[in-house]
């Protein structure tokens, strides 16, 4: 259903036209097997605490998500309606997979799963959160992340 | 979602990014890519199916032993058709709006719809232990009133304080499409596919032609912020390009 020939074409249209910035190449970090790294979910679902205001158009912020955080007080307030939400509205894994993290970690699979994960809303261009992910950069290490799943919407 | 990857991985965090639009991350090159054949919205594929969610979560992780990038991998597994319905023919509301008694208004049509759905929406919100419901902080009913009033007087100004009009009608009008969303897919032979959702709304409800109101009288507003959002961040474009708008 991504596929951007099953869109509409208009969307499809907008899709294909949507500016990408040209990044190069980063160099791949390497890590610890697996079975030892820590992870940390990045999201751009427009996720964060229902105590928090959403996100509105433009904002290049982000907004701090306790691993611990009950299912109820997570919200989705991303701007675009584009998108399917009743995925969500059934289930938060299928955005924000920290139940599956939690499996993994107790499978030995991944080392173990980060106290805090993150979300930023992905309608803002990219490149003006910039600032704000390298203020991310301190957290994650304090936390001793060495694994993000960045996940879309 | 490509861009955070290289801001991450340059200083020094290992990433991989799940993909939804394959184009943008053939375009951004991040360092690690598993791209998946959902729906968008639906990144790690099926509600509801650790199964299926683990399955895709390990083959992105599994990137992350890779340090030969940039890698896009492409996730074999599609979505499994889910249910009965969902072979293309549709999904049907089975709850079946009373009758209005008499010449009605649009606010009382709207709220004796609502009520009808009441049940189904505090079922879905029993069974998931939660709701998204509530983005605004006001009841449903108090939304409603607000759309209603809207749709008839693009003046009617949003009873929430501390955030822009703009932001308001945000909030409320996706505050009545959850209600709707939620109601809908607690009702039995619902086969989970979202566009029937849509088709149902904005075809057959009268949340979905009061919010179609709303959206005209928009765009009689002297505030480009409102209209912005009732253009562009109200009707999704599956809703727009079948209704020709």
Known sequence: MARIEDLPPAFAEHLINLPCAEMGETPCVAGPPLARRRVAIVSTAGLGRKSEGGFNPGDADYRVIPANLPAGDLTMSHISVNYDRTGFQEDINIAFPIDRLRELAAAGEIGSVADYHYSFMGATDPTEMKAAVESLIGPLKADDVDAVVLIPV | MSAIGHYLEAAGLPTVSISLIRLHTEKMRPPRALWVPYELGRPLGVPNDPTFQVRVLKAALALLEHTDGPILLDHAEDAPARAAGDAGDGWVCPVSFPAPAGAETPAAA???????????????????????????????????????????DEATRPPLEGVTEAEAFKRLTDDLQAFYQEAATAQPGHGGRHVDVLDWFWDQTQAGQLLLACRERARDSGDTRLKFIAERLLVPQLARARLDL
């Open chain 2, 110 to 152: 709207l709220k004796r719809e609502i009520a009808s759905l009441k049940p189904w929406q505090a079922l879905a919100e029993e069974r998931r232990g939660r709701t998204t419901v509530g983005q605004s902080g006001l009841s449903i009913d108090a939304v409603a009133d607000y759309v209603a009033a809207f749709a008839a």
